[in-house]
C-alpha cells in the first residue's frame, strides 16, 4: 500500500517536472551549480587557497575580454591577485556546504522537536513551542553575531579558518529550526488522530516507532519544500553575515564575503569584484527558489503559516 | 488645507535657514567622542580641539610653528620656557583669556589620562602677569614646543565649581557624564551649536573670534560621521556632502576623475609595521629569519596595487622630515635573498605562525595583513592569519595572542623618538617603555640611545643618535616596516581645502574658505 | 482575557531574564570596552584603574547580580560610548528603525494587498504571471545588493535621491521624527524600498495563494450561487478571510524585519537601532548589546502578544484565553 503510494507520487512527479520548463531549467542550472562547487579543486583554473602562488602584482586585471584583460583569468582577478573565476567556484563550494550544512542541523533539530511537540501535545507541546517562539525573536542575524563574535574570540588565532564553516553551519542551523518545527509539528496534528495511527497504537506499538517510521514519512512532504526555501534562505544568511564582515575569514571566501570584499570597489571602476559573484548568488538562489515553488505546486502539502 | 500650512511653513523654514550663510556639510568616519578636550587623545579629538579651542602653537603645512594664543615664546634657563599670551582673546563664554587659563588647562592635562603621559616632563606653569607664563620642565626637553601644540587653552573660570549634579565642573570622566562632556568654551573659530553623538554635529561661528585676520568665511560646519567608505564617496558624489575625509585608496581615481571634486593628499606620518614575537616563536630570535621576511614583503608592491599609490613605502620608523629619519634605509625586497637567508637559517622547510591585524583601524589593513601573509608563504612561512574590529584586536594585542602582528604609528609628539619609546625599546612595565613592543625585541644599545636623546637639548647630535638607532633597528630587522600612510580629503572644487590640511590630519576649519 | 494578559507578562519577563543571562555571559568575550575609551599611548595601569571604576573585574555572578539588580528598577546599564543609559540610547534611536519599519511595511501593504489580490483573481492574466515571476526574482536577491543598486542609481549616477542618513528631522514631543520633512522623506525613500524589497515579494505570494484558497472554499461558491456582486465577494467575503494568515504571518515577520534593519541601516547609516547595534559590537559596548538585545525580545513578545489578540478579535473562534 505504502509503495504504491509512493511509487504513484513519484512518477506524477516526474511527469509534472517533464512539463514545467522552468522546473527543467532550473534542476539543470541548479544540478551544474552543484557539480562545480563539488568539483570546484579540479574545475578551477586556480587554487586560490595557494598563497605561494598568488603575486599581489596580478591584482584587480578585468576580465579578459576587456580592454587590459589578461587571458590567463578568465573573469580577472581580485585585489590580491588571485583569479576571480576559481575564488568564485571555490566560494560557491563554501557557500553549498554551509547552506545544505545548516539545513541538515535545522532538519535534525526542528523534525525531532516538531514531532515530540505534536505527538505528545499538552505542556511538553507548549514548552517547546515557546521556545521555538523566543528562538525565532531573534533573528538568524542576531544570533549569527553574537555567537560568531564569542567564537572567534575563544578559539585560537590559527583555527578561525577550518572553525569557520561548521561555525556557521551551527549558527544558522541553530537560529532557523523553528520553521521546521512549526511545520512537522502542524503536520503531525493533522495525522495524528487518522486510523493507521490509532492502528499502530491498538496495536502496541510505542511512540518512538508510530512517530518516526508512521508518522513522520507521511508528514515529509511538507519538509522537502521548506527544505528547498530553507536551503536558499541559509545561503543568503551566510552572504548576509559576511557582507557584515562576520562569515567566512578573508582568506576562504564564500560567495557573500566575496560580494562584501567587492562593495569597497564598487566606485573604483572594478565592477566584475561585485558583478560577477552577486550574479553567481542571484542564480543561484533564484533556481532553488524556483525548484521550490514548483515542488509547492505539485505536492500542494499543507504547510505551516510562517 | 490644515497639512498645507505646515507644509508650506517648514518649506519656509528651511528656505530662511539656507540663505545668506556659507555652511559646510562635512562628511568623517567618527564625530568626537565628547566635548571635553582632555578626554581622549586621538586624531579625532584633536581635530575637534582645533575647531572649538586655539592651542598656544600649531603647526604649519611645512612642519614650523605656527604663533596662536601665545605670540612669541623664548627659552629663560634650560628647564623654562617662557611664552607670552595674545590680548584680547575672548573665550565662548565671553569671559577674557588670561595667563590662568593656561596654567589651569596644564595642570588638567597632567591629571588627564590620556594625556599625562605626554606631559610627564612638565612640573608646572607659573603665571608671570595677565599675559606672561612660564612653563617648567624636570630636565631639559627638546620637544617642549611641540608639547605646546597640546596645550588647548580652556576656559578655567567656566569650568570651575559644581554643576546640576553636584559633580566638580573639571572632573575628567571617560565613561559618565560630566559638564564638560557637553559643554565647552574655548576661545576657538567655531562654537558647538548642537550635538547628538554618532548622528551630527553643528558648529557656529564664534562672533567675537580673535584672529580678525584669518580668510575663513564658513558659518556653520555640520559633521556628520558616516564609516563606511563607499557610502562616504557616494554622499559626496551625489551631492550631500561637500567635505568628505578620509578618501580609501580604492575611490581614488572616481574621486580624482569626478567633475566639480577636488581631491587633495599629503604624505602623512603613521607608518604600518609588523612586530615579530620573539618570545612565542624562538625561529623569530634568528636575526637571519626576521631579515628573510623583511627581504620577502613586496612593500613597493602593496603600496601601488592595495594603497593605490597612496603610501610611501618604508624602510625605518619615522619618515623623511623627522629628524631621525636616514635616507639609506629603504625596503629590500628579494625573494631569492630571502629564500637563502631561511636555508642558511635552517628553515629551508618553513614553519607555521599566527598573524593578527586589525580591519577598521588602518587604510587597508586587513588587505595588507592578508598581501603579508601570501607573500609570506613564498619563503615557506605559512600564515594563519585572523583579522578583527579594532575593539576586539588591542585587547588580544596587549597579551601579544598572535606570532606576527600588525601595529601603525604616529608620533604623538611628532619626533622620531616616540616611535621607539613605545615600539622598539624593551618592555618595561613601570616606565613604560615598549608597551607596544609586542614583537619582544630587546636591544641596550636602542634603548640607551632613546633614552639619551629625551634629554639632548644639541639638536644636531640628538639627531645623530636617533638615526642610528633606525639604522639598528633596520640591520636588526627588529621588525617589518610597510610604508606610511597618506593622508587624504576631498570636497567640491569651491572648498578650498588645500589651505588647510596638513601633515598631522588637523584640517584648520576656522581657515577655510568657500567661494 | 486578563488572565492570558498575566501569563504573557510572566513568560515575556522569563524570556528576557534568559535574554539578559545569555547577553550577560557572552560580554566578556566581546573584546575590551576601555580601549575604545582611551587614546593609544596611555598606560597600562591607567587602563587597569579604568575597568576596576567600571567594575569589569568583578565575578561574573557580582555583574549578573548587579546587572539583575539594576534592571528591577528599570537600569539596563550604561553605555561607555554614549555616556549615558543604554536604555535612553536605545530609545533615542528607536524613532529611526520604526520609521524606517513603518515606512516599509506601508510600502509592502500598499502594494502586496492589490497585486496579490490581483494575481489570485486572475491567476492566468499576463500582469499576474508577470508579478510572480518578479517577485520570486525579489525573493531572491539579498537585500544588502538591493540596498547597493539602488544608492548606486538613483544618488550616485542620478542625483535623484540622497544617498545616507536621515536628513532633516523634527522634534514631536521628544519622537525625533523624519516623516515631516520634506528633506527626511527623500532619505526615507531608498532604505524602506530597500528594506521592503525582501518581505514584498513574500507578502504578494503569500496573500495571492491565500486568496485562491479562500477563492475555491463552499462558502464563497455559495455566494456566487446567491448572485452577490463580484466586488463584494471578493472584497467582503473573501479578502477578510484572507487576512487571518496573513496577520499570523504578519507579526512574525515584523520581528524578522526589525532584524533586518541591521543590513539595510548599515549600508544607508541609517542611524537607528540596527546600525547602533552593530556598531555596539565593534565597540564593545557591553552593556548597550544587551540592553538591545533584552528590548527586542521585549518588543517581540509584544508584538506577538498583540498579534494574537487581534486574531481573537476578527476570528470569534479562537478563543484568546485557550492559546
Request: proline share 3%.
Given at each position: 500500500m505504502q509503495t504504491k503510494r509512493q511509487k504513484f507520487k513519484e512518477s506524477y512527479l516526474l511527469y509534472s517536472f517533464k512539463r514545467d520548463k522552468v522546473a527543467m531549467v532550473s534542476f539543470t542550472i541548479l544540478t551544474i551549480f552543484l557539480l562545480a562547487a563539488l568539483f570546484a579543486p579540479v574545475l578551477a583554473p586556480y587554487d586560490p587557497y595557494d598563497t605561494a602562488s598568488i603575486d599581489i602584482m596580478d591584482s584587480e586585471i578585468p576580465p579578459s575580454w576587456v580592454a587590459d584583460g589578461d587571458s590567463r583569468f578568465f573573469l580577472g582577478t581580485d585585489i590580491m591577485g588571485r583569479d576571480l573565476l576559481s575564488t568564485m567556484l571555490y566560494g560557491l563550494r563554501i557557500s553549498v556546504m554551509i547552506g545544505i550544512g545548516a539545513v541538515i542541523l535545522q532538519a535534525i533539530i526542528g523534525i525531532g522537536v516538531g514531532l515530540v511537540s505534536g505527538y505528545m501535545g499538552g505542556k511538553v507541546d507548549a514548552i517547546l513551542m515557546r521556545i521555538a517562539d523566543v528562538q525565532l525573536s531573534f533573528s538568524t542575524l542576531m544570533v549569527a553575531i553574537i555567537v560568531s563574535a564569542i567564537v572567534q574570540l575563544t578559539f585560537g588565532v590559527g583555527r578561525y579558518e577550518q572553525l569557520a564553516v561548521p561555525l556557521l553551519v551551527v549558527i544558522i542551523g541553530i537560529a532557523e529550526w523553528p520553521q521546521y518545527a512549526r511545520t512537522v509539528r502542524a503536520s503531525v496534528l493533522g495525522e495524528k488522530n487518522k486510523e493507521y495511527v490509532e492502528a499502530a497504537r491498538v496495536i502496541g506499538l510505542d511512540s518512538k516507532r508510530i512517530m518516526f517510521s508512521h508518522i513522520l514519512p507521511n508528514s515529509l512532504s511538507p519538509v522537502l519544500v521548506i527544505s528547498t526555501v530553507q536551503v536558499a534562505n541559509a545561503v543568503m544568511s551566510e552572504a548576509a553575515l559576511s557582507f557584515l564582515g562576520l562569515g567566512m575569514p578573508v582568506s576562504r571566501p564564500s560567495i557573500g564575503s566575496l560580494i562584501n570584499a567587492g562593495f569597497e570597489y564598487i566606485?573604483?571602476?572594478?565592477w566584475w569584484l561585485t558583478f560577477f559573484p552577486a550574479i553567481l548568488l542571484i542564480i543561484f538562489i533564484l533556481v532553488i527558489n524556483l525548484l521550490g515553488d514548483w515542488l509547492r505546486d505539485v505536492l500542494n502539502p499543507k504547510l505551516y503559516k510562517g | 488645507m490644515k497639512g498645507f500650512k505646515i507644509i508650506s511653513l517648514l518649506l519656509m523654514l528651511l528656505i530662511a535657514s539656507t540663505a545668506g550663510a556659507k555652511t559646510l556639510k562635512l562628511a568623517m568616519d567618527a564625530d568626537p567622542v565628547s566635548l571635553d578636550p582632555h578626554v581622549q587623545l586621538s586624531g579625532g579629538m584633536l581635530q575637534y580641539s582645533h575647531t572649538v579651542f586655539d592651542p598656544l602653537v600649531r603647526w604649519t603645512q611645512d612642519m614650523k610653528f605656527e604663533p596662536r594664543l601665545a605670540e612669541k615664546w623664548e627659552r629663560i634657563d634650560a628647564n623654562t620656557m617662557r611664552f607670552h599670551l595674545r590680548k584680547g582673546v575672548k573665550f565662548h563664554s565671553g569671559n577674557p583669556f588670561t595667563a590662568k587659563d593656561i596654567v589651569w588647562t596644564i595642570d588638567r592635562l597632567k591629571k588627564s589620562q590620556d594625556f599625562k603621559g605626554l606631559f610627564e616632563p612638565f612640573t608646572s606653569a607659573v603665571a608671570v602677569d595677565d599675559f606672561t607664563v612660564d612653563v617648567k620642565t624636570t630636565k631639559p626637553y627638546a620637544l617642549l614646543l611641540n608639547m605646546a601644540t597640546y596645550v588647548f587653552a580652556m576656559d578655567s573660570v567656566f569650568y570651575t565649581g559644581t554643576d546640576a549634579n553636584g559633580q566638580e565642573k573639571d572632573i575628567i570622566l571617560k565613561t559618565g557624564a560630566s559638564f564638560a562632556l557637553d559643554n565647552e568654551s574655548g576661545t576657538g573659530p567655531f562654537i558647538v551649536a548642537e550635538r547628538e553623538q554618532g548622528v551630527k554635529m553643528v558648529y557656529k561661528r564664534f562672533a567675537a573670534y580673535w584672529d580678525t585676520k584669518s580668510p575663513g568665511n564658513v558659518d556653520e560646519v555640520v559633521l556628520t560621521p558616516i564609516k563606511k567608505d563607499p557610502t562616504r564617496v557616494a554622499a559626496l558624489l551625489s551631492g550631500d556632502v561637500d567635505f568628505i575625509m578620509p578618501v580609501s585608496p580604492q575611490d581614488f581615481k572616481i574621486v580624482g576623475n569626478a567633475k566639480g571634486i577636488n581631491l587633495v593628499t599629503m604624505s602623512g606620518g603613521r607608518v604600518i609595521t609588523f612586530q615579530l614575537n620573539q618570545e612565542s616563536r624562538?625561529?623569530?630570535?634568528d636575526v637571519r629569519v626576521r631579515q628573510a621576511i623583511a627581504y620577502a614583503v613586496n612593500n613597493e608592491g602593496i603600496v601601488k596595487k592595495i594603497m593605490k599609490g597612496t603610501a610611501t613605502t618604508a624602510g625605518q620608523q619615522g619618515p623623511k622630515?623627522?629628524?631621525?629619519?636616514?635616507?639609506?634605509l629603504t625596503p629590500r625586497y628579494d625573494i631569492a635573498k630571502a629564500k637563502e637567508l631561511m636555508k642558511a637559517a635552517g628553515f629551508e622547510k618553513g614553519f607555521e605562525v599566527s598573524m593578527m591585524a586589525p580591519n577598521?583601524?588602518?587604510?587597508?589593513d586587513e588587505k595588507i595583513a592578508e598581501a603579508v601573509a601570501s607573500m609570506l608563504s613564498k619563503i615557506g612561512i605559512k600564515v594563519n592569519l585572523k583579522t578583527m574590529p579594532k575593539a576586539q584586536y588591542w585587547p588580544e594585542f596587549d597579551n601579544r595572542a598572535a606570532d606576527i602582528m600588525m601595529i601603525g604609528w604616529h608620533s604623538d609628539t611628532e619626533d622620531s623618538g616616540n616611535f621607539s619609546e613605545f615600539l622598539a625599546m624593551c618592555f618595561d612595565k613601570d616606565a613604560g617603555y615598549g608597551q607596544y613592543n609586542a614583537g619582544n625585541y630587546c636591544n641596550e644599545k636602542v634603548d640607551a640611545l632613546v633614552l639619551g636623546a629625551q634629554v639632548e637639548t644639541d639638536l644636531a647630535k640628538r639627531a645623530i643618535m636617533l638615526q642610528e638607532v633606525e639604522q639598528i633597528l633596520y640591520d636588526d630587522a627588529a621588525f617589518i616596516p610597510m610604508h606610511w600612510q597618506h593622508l587624504s580629503w576631498a570636497a567640491k572644487n569651491?572648498?578650498?581645502?588645500e589651505a588647510i590640511v596638513n601633515a598631522q590630519n588637523f584640517p584648520y576649519f576656522g581657515d577655510l574658505v568657500v567661494e | 482575557m486578563f488572565a492570558f494578559i498575566v501569563r504573557r507578562i510572566i513568560q515575556a519577563t522569563v524570556v528576557m531574564l534568559v535574554i539578559g543571562f545569555i547577553g550577560f555571559s557572552v560580554k566578556h568575550q566581546l573584546g575590551d570596552p576601555v580601549r575604545d575609551l582611551?587614546?593609544?599611548?596611555?598606560s597600562i595601569e591607567e587602563r587597569e584603574a579604568l575597568r576596576q571604576e567600571l567594575g569589569l573585574n568583578d565575578s561574573f555572578l557580582v555583574q549578573y547580580g548587579r546587572f539583575l539588580k539594576n534592571a528591577m528598577h528599570g537600569d539596563l546599564g550604561y553605555s561607555f560610548f554614549y555616556k549615558r543609559p543604554a536604555l535612553d540610547v536605545i530609545f533615542d534611536k528607536a524613532p529611526a528603525t520604526i520609521e524606517l519599519v513603518f515606512a516599509a511595511s506601508l510600502i509592502i501593504l500598499l502594494i502586496s494587498v492589490p497585486v496579490g489580490l490581483y494575481s489570485a483573481i486572475y491567476p492566468k492574466r499576463f500582469f499576474s504571471k508577470f508579478a510572480m515571476g518578479v517577485s520570486i526574482v525579489g525573493v531572491s536577491i539579498p537585500v544588502f545588493l538591493t540596498a547597493i543598486v539602488l544608492i548606486y542609481v538613483f544618488a550616485v549616477q542620478l542625483h535623484w535621491l540622497p544617498s545616507y542618513g536621515r536628513g532633516e528631522t523634527v522634534d514631536v514631543f521628544g519622537w525625533e521624527s523624519g516623516l515631516l520633512t520634506i528633506d527626511g522623506l527623500r532619505h526615507l525613500v531608498l532604505p524602506s524600498i530597500a528594506l521592503s524589497s525582501i518581505m514584498l515579494p513574500l507578502f504578494i505570494r503569500l496573500i495571492r495563494s491565500e486568496m485562491m484558497e479562500v477563492l475555491e472554499t463552499e462558502y464563497i461558491k455559495y455566494a456566487w450561487a446567491k448572485g452577490l456582486s463580484r466586488r463584494r465577494i471578493w472584497m467582503v467575503h473573501a479578502f477578510k478571510n484572507t487576512l487571518l494568515p496573513v496577520i499570523t504571518v504578519g507579526g512574525v515577520q515584523l520581528g524578522i524585519l526589525i532584524a533586518f534593519t541591521i543590513l539595510t541601516e548599515t549600508v544607508f547609516q541609517w542611524q537607528g537601532m540596527g546600525f547602533m547595534f552593530l556598531e555596539a559590537v565593534e565597540r564593545s559596548d557591553t552593556a548597550l548589546l544587551v540592553a538591545y538585545l533584552v528590548v527586542v525580545g521585549a518588543l517581540f513578545v509584544v508584538v506577538n502578544t498583540v498579534v494574537d489578540i487581534i486574531y481573537g478579535l476578527i476570528n470569534p473562534t479562537v478563543t484568546v484565553a485557550s492559546r
Open positions: 566606485f573604483s571602476g572594478a | 624562538p625561529e623569530f630570535k622630515g623627522y629628524v631621525g629619519y636616514k635616507e639609506s577598521n583601524r588602518y587604510v587597508s569651491n572648498v578650498k581645502l | 582611551v587614546g593609544i599611548s596611555v
